[in-house]
């Protein structure tokens, strides 16, 4: 069975609240899901869009939201006043290249130091957090973070999210066919119970 | 039963889409619908956003999501090459004012002729199908597009609309809850069957 592919800036709140919802959903179908962290910042730049945390009366709506999903879902929501999310993003290729099986893990962990705890993800603090959370020692990402070869992973990505339409997230390709947003999570279901349409 | 505001511009596929559920969605809840037209112009200056037939990367996600909906939903759909839809939201205005009655089957009637046809709803040729789909003569429009009022009346609707922290189309409140976009009609109903939470 082919991959979903989830695509997401690990500073979206949207992207949080999918983490928690599409695991279970790939696992549903038997799908492997592939996680790839990227920056919008590249496709904010061509869509005009900005952070929802800048935006105004669009990101009036989201902080009304994202308290509304987190009542709904019972998931922990808190916004961190700093997300060094591209840190994080760094950590997580550095991971996928020389500790693969660490890789997803962390990601889930670090979304959860971040908008589950309301402490950024790429701080001393919020690093140290996210390792204990997985058992394992304080400082073992700080190396990670700096790693130019993480770096060039990261820059990848979001060239790669580009060239593949990608402008927000979190973002889905299933069978090659695009969904972006959390709220599409039904419609994913619908098109892989149908075989598309 | 308070009523659910239907917030929407003339010129968005999405609303349209809208359209063919919201008003079975508030007749099964026994809630009375407010149709309320307005232009996206002045929340797009707030937030960056563009027109999606305009916005690279999301517009062609928007054009391959509009065909899917299409498919999936049967409703018929075409993009027309103009859209004047400010003229359609003064003669909607128009109309609420002097032939109540006939406001809402216009709405209908005009997405139908803009996305269901892919004619200009504002344009002669789409004004007189517009007429035609309702029973009338075909010049029954023209006057009430030019009308000061009217014109009045519409841009009363867009400051209000901002005002209220509306930013794209399909817009909904529903007991003072607002929820943006046509995916989030399964909320709204969940919000409905349950009080809100």
Same mark, same amino acid.
């Given at each position: 069975m082919s991959v979903i592919e989830f695509w997401f800036d690990f500073g979206s709140p949207y992207a949080y609240f999918a983490t928690i919802e599409i695991e279970e959903l790939a696992y549903q179908y038997g799908r492997p899901l592939k996680w790839n962290p990227f920056s919008l910042t590249a496709p904010f730049e061509q869509t005009?869009?900005?952070?929802?945390?800048?935006? @105004?009366?669009?990101? !009036?709506? $989201?902080?009304? =939201?994202?308290s509304r999903i987190s009542r709904r879902t019972c998931a922990p929501f808190k916004i961190p006043q700093a997300r060094?999310? +591209?840190? %994080?993003?760094? /950590?997580?290729?550095?991971?996928? !290249?020389?500790?693969?099986?660490?890789? %997803?893990?962390? $990601?889930?962990?670090?979304?959860?130091?971040?908008?589950?705890?309301? /402490? =950024? @993800?790429?701080? @001393? !603090?919020?690093?140290?957090?996210?390792?204990?959370?997985?058992?394992?020692?304080?400082? %073992?990402?700080? $190396? $990670?973070?700096?790693?130019?070869? +993480?770096r060039v992973r990261y820059r990848q990505a979001s060239a790669e999210a580009v060239a593949r339409g990608v402008f927000g997230a979190p973002f889905f390709f299933v069978d090659g066919e695009p969904f972006w947003g959390v709220d599409r999570l039904p419609m994913i279901r619908d098109w892989l119970d149908r075989g598309g349409w």
């Open positions: 005009g869009m900005r952070s929802l945390f800048g935006t @105004p009366l669009r990101g !009036d709506y $989201a902080k009304h =939201d994202w060094s999310t +591209a840190k %994080v993003g760094r /950590i997580f290729y550095w991971l996928s !290249d020389n500790n693969s099986e660490l890789a %997803v893990p962390f $990601a889930k962990a670090s979304f959860h130091t971040c908008f589950g705890e309301g /402490i =950024d @993800p790429g701080s @001393p !603090d919020g690093l140290s957090r996210t390792a204990g959370a997985l058992g394992l020692e304080q400082n %073992v990402f700080q $190396a $990670a973070a700096g790693c130019e070869q +993480a």
